[in-house]
């Protein structure tokens, strides 16, 4: 089975990538070769597939970056980045053209192709190549790696053609995503296909990146709700603080065995360290540091304004959302006849409205983005106010509750019989 390691460009996959390493039920390929994301565009009962034709497989395959791996094959080498301008390079020994020819074999011999059967062989016949092990060893459970951002409007394919397949969301802040995005250097070795660093802000401004960042997050959220046993987001900022609480969870959602291998960061067993830095225990690029106050202040409001426009996309979405805003306005007026102590967790255009209509009963809005240059009175830090004479946190973070819960409950000690949703389903 493969497991689809997920996020955007500069968002953190290499954490989930390291952690993963290691353990005996899963084998992680080195090398962010996206070779599966093109086939999600493909159907079983395509001409090609049918035929057994391998020129429009090979097409396919040149929009991912399959032949990088000649490329690393050729220079002995693939890089880790830690950080936006430390990279380290680690050996690589695999035979391009080895592997090349035995995974178009196999596709030769098989009586007849689908797309999960081309991605499973394609994988399989990768680990045994990397591995130098025969044809007869068997795979361990999962292999790992990794997909590319721009095909996620395809995802909802998955659980039809590969409904075996698991994919996990690397979910990191957007401005430490645009961050790293405008600073991170390029390594010397890469032609930068997709330019997918060293991007000036303004481009990103200009091309709707974070309004594309906030669709793909929205449409992740959407999926682990519809299938969750295939899809799952997990926090980078709990990944790196505390490795251990966050790989335990992904070892339930793999129904593999946890053990210490998960919470280190390692390549083939090795422990990844490079200059003092680590992909766990801090992060190594802070925001605050690498943009502007201005550049912050512009990404917090693109986004803000993007998801806010979501409801009004569609007018024939309209009555629908007319009848969801009558219903959550029920629920405050209900909350307000019922609690003297109220705190909203999100600070978002719907958190913002929530506290607007409860007015002195909503004493904070908390939220862990609290920006230092942006002050505000009504905004807090979730850790940095007492619980204990609070009568009621709304969750007004929609889509992302359940996760908003655990964390309160897990890491803040919050009372669940404290918590509410506003569950607008009706």
Same mark, same amino acid.
């Given at each position: ?5 997920? +996020?955007?460009?500069?968002? +953190? ?6 952690? #993963? ?64 301008? /430390? ?22 011999? %098989?009586?007849?192709? /689908? ?134 969870? *992904? ?29 766990? +225990? ?6 605050? @540091? ?14 803000? %304004? ?6 009004? !996309? ?13 219903? %959550? ?11 003297? !102590?109220v705190v909203i967790y999100g600070d978002s255009v719907f958190g913002r409205y929530v506290h ?5 009963? %909503?004493?904070?809005? *908390? ?18 106010? !007492? ?10 973070? #929609?889509?992302?509750?359940? @996760? ?23």
């Open positions: 089975m493969l497991i689809n390691i997920d +996020g955007w460009f500069g968002g +953190g996959k290499s954490v989930l990538w390291s952690l #993963l390493d290691g353990h005996d039920d899963v084998f992680v390929c080195p090398v962010h070769d996206f070779s599966f994301s093109p086939l999600l565009k493909v159907s079983n009962d395509m001409e090609w597939l049918l035929k057994k034709n391998p020129v429009p497989l090979r097409k396919l395959l040149a929009e991912s970056e399959y032949y990088k791996l000649e490329k690393i094959f050729l220079d002995g080498a693939f890089p880790v980045c830690y950080s936006v301008d /430390t990279f380290e390079y680690r050996p690589y020994n695999t035979n391009f053209y080895e592997f090349d020819k035995c995974f178009f074999n196999r596709l030769e011999k %098989a009586e007849y192709w /689908t797309v999960d059967f081309i991605i499973k062989t394609l994988y399989q016949t990768y680990y045994q190549v990397y591995q130098q092990c025969n044809e007869e060893s068997e795979c361990p459970k999962f292999i790992a790696t990794m997909s590319h951002p721009g095909y996620f409007k395809d995802y909802i394919k998955i659980p039809k053609i590969l409904p075996n397949m698991k994919n996990i969301l690397v979910k990191r802040g957007l401005e430490n995503i645009i961050s790293t995005r405008v600073n991170r250097n390029e390594r010397p070795n890469d032609l930068n296909t997709f330019k997918a660093f060293r991007t000036p802000f303004s481009k990103i401004i200009e091309s709707k990146e974070i309004e594309k960042i906030t669709d793909y997050f929205c449409e992740y959220e959407r999926l682990s709700h519809l299938f969750p046993n295939q899809f799952m987001v997990v926090d980078f900022d709990k990944l790196v603080r505390w490795p251990e609480q966050a790989m335990r969870k *992904v070892a339930e959602f793999l129904d593999i065995r946890y053990t210490a291998i998960l919470s280190k960061p390692t390549r083939d067993g090795k422990i990844l360290e490079y200059q003092g830095l680590s992909f766990i +225990g801090k992060e190594n690029d802070d925001y605050r @540091q690498l943009l502007s106050a201005h550049e912050i202040k512009k990404i917090d409001d693109v986004a803000q %304004a993007h998801i806010s426009g979501l409801a009004n !996309s569609n007018f024939d979405e309209n009555l629908a959302f007319s009848v969801l805003l009558n219903r %959550a306005n029920g629920f405050i007026s209900d909350i307000a006849a019922t609690s003297k !102590s607007s209509r409860l007015g002195n009963q %909503a004493s904070f809005i *908390v939220d862990q983005k609290v920006m230092e240059d942006k002050p505000d009175s009504t905004i807090r830090h979730p850790a940095q106010i !007492s619980y204990q004479n609070i009568d009621l946190v709304i969750v007004a973070v #929609l889509g992302r509750e359940m @996760q908003v819960m655990d964390y309160l409950v897990d890491e803040l000690y919050v009372p669940r019989s404290k918590l509410m949703c506003l569950d607008l389903t009706g």
